[in-house]
C-alpha cells in the first residue's frame, strides 16, 4: 500500500493502493508508520508525498470497505484521517510536501491538507463529493472558510462541483503547479532547499508555524469526527454508499 524510500535526505512516501489510492485503515496506519520513521531518521531532512497509480493522487475513503464497517470502525478511522494524521505531521520536525498528480477527493483532500505544502499537476482535478454519496465533508468545514472565504467554501462544500489547479492555485489551496510529468522531481527539488537549511530552525520554525495557525483545529477535528460518526448511522448515508457501490443515482428519502 506505500512505498518508502529515503535518497539525497529526502524520504519519498508513495500512495499504492489502486485503483484510486482508496483510504483504509490498513493504508492509514502504514502512511503513519512511514511518516514516523522518516521523522525519527536523522538522514532524512524533508519528506515528499505521491503517489505511485497514474491519473489518482487519492480518491478519498474505500467507500466499498467503509460502509461494511462497524460504528467503532468508522470513528477510528476517521479520527485517524482527520485529527491523528495531522497531530503526526504537524509535529514532524522536518517539512512535509505533497506532490499532486490527477485526481483528489474527498479524504483525499484531507491527506493533501494535513502536509506542509502543495505541489500540483496542471491536470489535477479536486473536489469533496461526500454529500453525493452520503457523508459530510466535516473536517473541511472548520478550515476550508478560512482559507478561502465563507461562500466560496460552502460553493464548493456543497455543490460538490470538481475544479482544476488554476482554480486551486487562485483559491489558496495549491502552493505550486507543474506539469504533470515534473511534479516529483520539483517536490524533490522544494525538499532539497528544505534539506539545505538548519534542521534546527526549521524544527523550531514549523513548530512555531502551527502553533499560530492551529486555531482551534483540535477541537473542530474531534468536532468533525463526532459527526461523520453519526452522519454514519443514518438512512441517507447507506442509501449514498449503496448508489455509489453500485453505480447508480441514489434514492434520497425513499423507503
Same mark, same amino acid.
Given at each position: 500500500?506505500?512505498?518508502?524510500?529515503?535518497?539525497?535526505?529526502?524520504?519519498?512516501?508513495?500512495?499504492?493502493?489502486?485503483?484510486?489510492?482508496?483510504?483504509?485503515?490498513?493504508?492509514?496506519?502504514?502512511?503513519?508508520?512511514?511518516?514516523?520513521?522518516?521523522?525519527?531518521?536523522?538522514?532524512?531532512?524533508?519528506?515528499?508525498?505521491?503517489?505511485?497509480?497514474?491519473?489518482?493522487?487519492?480518491?478519498?475513503?474505500?467507500?466499498?470497505?467503509?460502509?461494511?464497517?462497524?460504528?467503532?470502525?468508522?470513528?477510528?478511522?476517521?479520527?485517524?484521517?482527520?485529527?491523528?494524521?495531522?497531530?503526526?505531521?504537524?509535529?514532524?520536525?522536518?517539512?512535509?510536501?505533497? /506532490?499532486?498528480?490527477? *485526481?483528489?477527493?474527498? @479524504?483525499?483532500?484531507?491527506? $493533501?491538507? !494535513?502536509?506542509?505544502?502543495? +505541489?500540483? &499537476?496542471?491536470?489535477?482535478?479536486?473536489?469533496?463529493?461526500?454529500?453525493?454519496?452520503?457523508?459530510?465533508?466535516?473536517?473541511?468545514?472548520?478550515?476550508?472558510?478560512?482559507?478561502?472565504?465563507?461562500?466560496?467554501?460552502?460553493?464548493?462544500?456543497?455543490?460538490?462541483?470538481?475544479?482544476?489547479?488554476?482554480?486551486?492555485?487562485?483559491?489558496?489551496?495549491?502552493?505550486?503547479?507543474?506539469?504533470?510529468?515534473?511534479?516529483?522531481?520539483?517536490?524533490?527539488?522544494?525538499?532539497?532547499?528544505?534539506?539545505?537549511?538548519?534542521?534546527?530552525?526549521?524544527?523550531?520554525?514549523?513548530? /512555531?508555524?502551527?502553533? *499560530?495557525?492551529?486555531? @482551534?483545529?483540535?477541537?473542530? $477535528?474531534? !468536532?468533525?469526527?463526532?459527526? +461523520?460518526? &453519526?452522519?454514519?448511522?443514518?438512512?441517507?448515508?447507506?442509501?449514498?454508499?449503496?448508489?455509489?457501490?453500485?453505480?447508480?443515482?441514489?434514492?434520497?428519502?425513499?423507503?
Amino acid at each position: 500500500m506505500i512505498r518508502y524510500e529515503v535518497r539525497s535526505a529526502i524520504a519519498q512516501i508513495l500512495l499504492d493502493n489502486p485503483p484510486v489510492n482508496g483510504i483504509t485503515d490498513d493504508l492509514l496506519d502504514a502512511l503513519m508508520e512511514r511518516l514516523r520513521e522518516a521523522g525519527a531518521d536523522p538522514g532524512v531532512r524533508a519528506i515528499v508525498i505521491g503517489s505511485a497509480v497514474p491519473g489518482r493522487f487519492c480518491g478519498g475513503l474505500d467507500l466499498a470497505k467503509f460502509r461494511e464497517s462497524s460504528p467503532s470502525d468508522v470513528h477510528r478511522i476517521v479520527n485517524k484521517l482527520y485529527f491523528q494524521l495531522f497531530e503526526l505531521q504537524s509535529s514532524l520536525p522536518k517539512p512535509v510536501i505533497a /506532490a499532486v498528480t490527477g *485526481a483528489v477527493r474527498g @479524504g483525499g483532500m484531507s491527506l $493533501a491538507i !494535513t502536509c506542509d505544502m502543495i +505541489v500540483a &499537476a496542471e491536470n489535477s482535478t479536486f473536489g469533496y463529493p461526500e454529500l453525493e454519496i452520503g457523508l459530510l465533508p466535516s473536517i473541511h468545514y472548520h478550515h476550508l472558510p478560512r482559507i478561502i472565504g465563507r461562500y466560496r467554501a460552502f460553493d464548493l462544500l456543497f455543490t460538490g462541483r470538481v475544479f482544476d489547479t488554476r482554480a486551486a492555485i487562485d483559491l489558496g489551496l495549491v502552493g505550486r503547479s507543474v506539469p504533470a510529468a515534473e511534479v516529483l522531481s520539483h517536490a524533490h527539488e522544494l525538499a532539497e532547499v528544505f534539506a539545505n537549511k538548519s534542521p534546527e530552525l526549521i524544527r523550531m520554525g514549523k513548530l /512555531a508555524f502551527y502553533r *499560530a495557525i492551529d486555531q @482551534g483545529y483540535r477541537v473542530g $477535528a474531534s !468536532t468533525a469526527v463526532d459527526l +461523520v460518526s &453519526a452522519v454514519f448511522g443514518t438512512e441517507d448515508c447507506a442509501e449514498g454508499l449503496a448508489a455509489f457501490v453500485e453505480k447508480r443515482e441514489p434514492r434520497w428519502g425513499q423507503p
